[in-house]
């Protein structure tokens, strides 16, 4: 098992009170394994990203364990963290388009990056220049500055870059979403690509995009609010979804392959619960066609049939 | 981000995102209503003790007088008395009350305040939006002038303007630091009305057929109230320093005291070499902490509207 | 590259014609006749000078030539180096006047500049994110910004001027001394140089402080950052950035402040009546010495302009996205 997420608390401090942003979550990702975490936003997928490599300073550990490749990661010890970062865990940002050094020659941010690490640049170089050749990219764009490379260039440096030690897990946060269609392609390929190569044992996907999904995850994760609603392989999430909540955000979908925004998702009825002081019981309740009097009490999140979790009463 | 930014008093800094931040995963209200802002306002000490000190001292210069037995240029007294008894503040080498001096200055410093930094505030807005708001050619010739006045050594204009034309009062100095204050405001305004020009809000309301001052003033505008209203402080301290200045050269109005006025005649009649301190410090001292609980409010202001800075 | 210094030239071309033409447009704009009434207020005793002010003023206002020539005849001699002569020195020309004061001016100012620029700036970028030094420079820093320039001179004249009597308070020599190049008047003119430098680099030095600090804590949080941070890289890497990327704009307020500090030089020179560019302003303003005036105007405008395209040059160096032709907002 490579990631092990066991029953994680991870709060946001604000002046009300803590935001639980992610509540009790328990889940495993195997070698080799690509998971998508799919909600809307707010669900928490964000959060659980972060929580895996950096917390930002307005979080705080409340419970709970993540390990990897069977060693307890230290997420609230940021400097112990450091670490396990870059060669065990990495990261391809939100904001991929923003997240180099503009002042910087990307080749000489890298050098940078890997003498920190304890790693010779000249080293790495052929392995570098190989692996953007992969990716479509000349050796070239090392002596360029990243405001010289398109969107989807610097998309894929960052993919090349995030990648380059091999870890044992990246997390991709909304790695296509600024991103237009034949880019967003490329890069969902290049994903899956990296992984058949070894370049990344396995990966978390998280999007709001289910159709991303679709094109590079093999489990699809589906988060409401914190909690975790239903696991499957992807083609069982796409197929059969047993939770009313994934069969909404599947429904809502026009089709796949295009996008839908936060708007159109919005033909689901009502709002996630405010998680500064959220409901017992299950969260979506209040949304939820099927909901009844059991749904009070907090639905245990179980296995229905092999690889497929769900977290709900309706469901047998 | 931009590579400039409005810079006021030396590199006070005035970051281009105001209030702009991630809130955790959708969880928090975008903006900020009036009641929450005033809560966290009258809750943080800079924002109270900058605010507590410019107070004081307004106060001072407009019951002040009320109080004095002496006018300004009153031979009141003894010359060269130090502080005590009749003169809290002692008196010049005349024998004027330097407190009643120093009660009529801090009204021109205030008066000089608040007219310099309105007029380069209104100037600044106005350019800024309108450049940022219709682009185009207009955007292009506005922000040329508003690179050719900020490259302008404005204080050495003032100091011609003031000799030829003559400064009777502290009205006329104000309109003229203003008008040559304003272009970095002009700038910051106009990237500010530039990023928020391209939100839904505003295409909405263009849609229903409003016109464009409309737009601006309720749309645009309250979306930068925070922001205009920190500038305003800063440009308040600015037009107070610049005044000053010219006062001190021997510019300023000639109908009126001023601090700087104190402090040149300090100098002209030897008061450094006469040892009297009394004089010279305390209208000094009354422009730094005015001008510098300006700018600690002004800290605490932008922990006030931007929560990012409120929860660190 | 080429387009940003273009651009940058070309405002700083259309700043010195708006700066010519309002010379040439306030004293036009003086009630009255502006020659009599000039006259009569110079008070001067020599009729030579009497009669030579009439004659260049009446040459130089030119009033009864048609307005667009009075423009481009001030034009003619302003390319031909002619100022005027001086009124409080004649007959010397304004232009040998201001030069004789230049250096003593450019003397503070220069060091004052660049040593408040580069303290300022180590300054700030250690106090951020420290919380003890914040704590303390900072509000320091915004009590020395917000003192009046000629406040801080006047308190350093009679701290350790008159009351300790560390340095001298008046001139840029000693009196009894005459300029010459020897080793006692270079101790001299050092000693008296100190206190007008030290009041202009305290009163510069809150600013950058401040200005650094604000800075660095935006670069901090920004996308940059926050990656290499979640690739393990180490503090001191993340910061060595966010210094270099917070140095640019600080750059650019360094021109734009240029006009501020050179204010603060003026007053501070007429504290300690230091023989540089603010005594001359004085000097003209007591002596209604208006081709003096307008002279050393068009010198510090000038300055100015140089300075600033100095600093634009640096700024190309050191920022590669105007080197690459994609501009950001600067222009």
């Known amino acids: 098992m490579a990631l092990s997420v066991t029953d994680l608390r991870v709060y946001y401090r604000t002046l009300k009170g803590d935001v639980k942003a992610l509540d009790g979550v328990t889940f495993d990702v195997a070698d080799g394994e690509i998971m998508g975490i799919a909600g809307e936003s707010g669900c928490g997928k964000t959060t659980l990203g972060k929580a895996l490599i950096r917390l930002d300073n307005r979080m705080r550990h409340a419970g709970g364990t993540v390990a990897l490749d069977g060693e307890k990661l230290p997420i609230a010890d940021d400097a112990a963290m450091r670490r396990h970062r870059y060669r065990e865990v990495s990261l391809i940002p939100q904001y991929a388009m923003s997240a180099m050094n503009p002042t910087r020659k990307i080749g000489k941010m890298i050098r940078d990056l890997l003498a920190a690490h304890g790693v010779r640049y000249a080293e790495v170089l052929p392995e570098l220049e190989r692996?953007?050749?992969?990716?479509?990219?000349?050796?070239?764009?090392?002596?360029?500055?990243?405001?010289?490379?398109?969107?989807?260039?610097?998309?894929?440096?960052?993919?090349?870059?995030?990648?380059?030690?091999?870890?044992?897990?990246?997390?991709?946060?909304?790695?296509?979403?600024?991103?237009?269609?034949?880019?967003?392609?490329?890069?969902?390929?290049?994903?899956?690509?990296?992984r058949d190569h070894g370049f990344v044992r396995s990966m978390v996907v998280i999007t709001h995009d289910i159709s991303v999904l679709f094109q590079v995850a093999d489990t699809i994760l589906v988060m409401y609010a914190g909690h975790l609603a239903e696991k499957a392989p992807a083609r069982t999430i796409i197929d059969e979804p047993l939770h009313p909540y994934t069969k909404m955000l599947i429904g809502a979908l026009p089709q796949v392959g295009d996008r839908y925004d936060e708007q159109q998702l919005s033909g689901i009825e009502g709002r996630p619960p405010s998680l500064l002081n959220p409901p017992t019981g299950c969260r979506f309740r209040d949304r939820c066609p099927l909901a009844h009097d059991r749904c009070a009490e907090a639905p245990p999140f179980r296995e229905v049939a092999e690889g497929h979790q769900v977290a709900c009463w309706a469901v047998s | 981000m931009t590579a400039t930014q409005p810079t006021t008093g030396p590199g006070t800094e005035a970051t281009e995102q105001p209030g702009v931040t991630g809130a955790p995963s959708g969880s928090r209200k975008p903006g900020g209503d009036v009641r929450e802002t005033l809560?966290?306002?009258?809750?943080?000490?800079?924002?109270?003790?900058g605010g507590f000190v410019v107070l004081a001292f307004l106060?001072?210069?407009?019951?002040?007088?009320?109080?004095?037995?002496?006018?300004?240029?009153?031979?009141?007294?003894?010359?060269?008395?130090?502080?005590?008894?009749?003169?809290?503040?002692?008196?010049t080498t005349f024998g004027q009350d330097v407190f009643a001096q120093f009660v009529a200055g801090l009204r021109s410093t205030f008066l000089v305040g608040v007219l310099g930094g309105a007029v380069a505030a209104v100037i600044g807005m106005t350019i800024g939006f309108v450049a940022g708001y219709r682009g185009g050619l207009i955007d292009e010739l506005l922000n040329m002038l508003t690179n050719v006045v900020l490259v302008i050594p404005g204080f050495v204009v003032l100091i011609i303007i003031n000799a030829y034309l003559g400064v009777r009062s502290v009205p006329m100095q104000a309109l003229y630091i203003g008008i040559f204050s304003w272009p970095w405001v002009a700038r910051a305004v106009r990237s500010?009305?530039?990023?928020?020009?391209?939100?839904?809000?505003?295409?909405?309301?263009?849609?229903?057929?409003?016109?464009?001052?409309t737009i601006l003033r309720r749309e645009v505008a309250p979306n930068m109230y925070s922001y205009l209203f920190m500038t305003f402080v800063l440009l308040f301290g600015g037009s107070i320093?610049?005044?000053?200045?010219?006062?001190?050269?021997?510019?300023?109005?000639?109908?009126?005291?001023?601090?700087?006025?104190?402090?040149?005649?300090?100098?002209?009649?030897?008061?450094?070499?006469?040892?009297l301190w009394w004089w010279f410090v305390p209208p000094g001292l009354g422009i730094t902490l005015i001008v510098g609980s300006l700018y600690i409010m002004n800290v605490g202001l932008d922990e006030v509207f931007n929560p990012k800075l409120r929860e660190t | 590259?080429?387009?940003?210094?273009?651009?940058?030239?070309?405002?700083?071309?259309?700043?010195?014609?708006?700066?010519?033409?309002?010379?040439?447009?306030?004293?036009?704009?003086?009630?009255?006749?502006?020659?009599?009434?000039?006259?009569?207020?110079?008070?001067?005793?020599?009729?030579?000078?009497?009669?030579?002010?009439?004659?260049?003023?009446?040459?130089?206002?030119?009033?009864?030539?048609?307005?667009?020539?009075?423009?481009?005849?001030?034009?003619?001699?302003?390319?031909?180096?002619?100022?005027?002569?001086s009124v409080w020195l004649f007959p010397t020309p304004v232009s040998q006047v201001v030069l004789d004061a230049v250096p003593y001016t450019l003397g503070i100012m220069i060091p004052a500049i660049v040593l408040s620029f580069v303290i300022g700036n180590t300054v700030g970028a250690m106090a951020a994110r420290s919380r003890w030094l914040d704590n303390v420079a900072l509000p320091v820093g915004y009590l020395i910004t917000a003192m009046p320039y000629m406040w801080l001179a006047i308190l350093l004249a009679w701290g350790l001027g008159v009351a300790l009597g560390w340095f001298p308070v008046a001139g840029g020599y000693d009196f009894g001394l005459v300029p010459q190049w020897s080793w006692s008047f270079a101790a001299d003119l050092l000693h008296h140089w100190v206190?007008?430098?030290?009041?202009?680099?305290?009163?510069?030095?809150?600013?950058?402080?401040?200005?650094?600090?604000?800075?660095?804590?935006?670069?901090?949080?920004?996308?940059?950052?926050?990656?290499?941070?979640?690739?393990?890289?180490?503090?001191?890497?993340?910061?060595?950035?966010?210094?270099?990327?917070?140095?640019?704009?600080?750059?650019?307020?360094?021109?734009?402040?240029?006009?501020?500090?050179?204010?603060?030089?003026?007053?501070?020179?007429?504290?300690?009546?230091?023989?540089?560019?603010?005594?001359?302003?004085?000097?003209?303003?007591?002596?209604?010495d208006f081709f003096l005036l307008q002279g050393t105007l068009l010198f510090v405008v000038i300055g100015v302009l140089v300075a600033n395209f100095v600093i634009d040059i640096v700024y190309v160096l050191v920022?590669?996205?105007?080197?690459?032709?994609?501009?950001?907002a600067t222009a």
Do not use: C
């Open chain 1, 131 to 194: 692996r953007l050749a992969l990716v479509g990219l000349d050796a070239e764009v090392l002596k360029r500055y990243p405001i010289e490379l398109s969107g989807g260039m610097k998309q894929r440096v960052v993919l090349v870059l995030s990648t380059l030690l091999n870890p044992s897990l990246l997390i991709g946060d909304e790695v296509t979403s600024a991103l237009d269609v034949s880019s967003q392609k490329a890069v969902a390929r290049a994903l899956v690509e990296f």
């Open chain 2, 39 to 49: 809560y966290f306002a009258l809750r943080n000490p800079k924002v109270l003790v």
């Open chain 2, 59 to 91: 106060l001072l210069g407009l019951i002040g007088p009320a109080f004095l037995r002496y006018a300004p240029m009153d031979y009141a007294g003894p010359p060269m008395a130090p502080p005590g008894g009749d003169f809290p503040l002692g008196t």
């Open chain 2, 192 to 213: 500010q009305t530039l990023s928020l020009r391209s939100r839904d809000f505003i295409d909405l309301a263009r849609l229903s057929g409003v016109g464009v001052g």
């Open chain 2, 241 to 275: 320093l610049t005044a000053a200045s010219l006062d001190f050269i021997g510019l300023g109005p000639t109908n009126a005291m001023s601090l700087g006025l104190m402090m040149n005649q300090a100098v002209q009649w030897s008061a450094l070499h006469l040892g």
């Open chain 3, 1 to 85: 590259m080429r387009g940003y210094l273009a651009r940058k030239t070309l405002v700083y071309g259309l700043t010195f014609v708006v700066a010519v033409t309002l010379n040439w447009l306030i004293p036009r704009l003086m009630p009255g006749d502006p020659v009599q009434r000039m006259v009569a207020r110079a008070a001067v005793q020599h009729p030579e000078t009497i009669e030579s002010m009439t004659v260049y003023y009446e040459r130089m206002f030119g009033l009864d030539l048609p307005i667009w020539q009075q423009y481009l005849n001030y034009w003619g001699s302003l390319f031909r180096g002619d100022l005027g002569t």
């Open chain 3, 195 to 288: 206190l007008p430098f030290l009041s202009l680099f305290l009163v510069s030095l809150g600013g950058w402080a401040i200005g650094m600090r604000n800075l660095i804590i935006y670069e901090l949080e920004s996308d940059y950052s926050n990656y290499l941070s979640a690739l393990g890289a180490p503090r001191r890497l993340v910061r060595r950035y966010a210094f270099r990327n917070a140095m640019l704009p600080q750059i650019t307020g360094l021109a734009l402040q240029l006009g501020t500090v050179l204010g603060g030089a003026l007053v501070t020179e007429i504290v300690f009546a230091y023989p540089g560019l603010g005594k001359l302003v004085l000097s003209a303003i007591q002596n209604q």
């Open chain 3, 319 to 328: 920022d590669p996205r105007t080197r690459t032709g994609l501009t950001g």
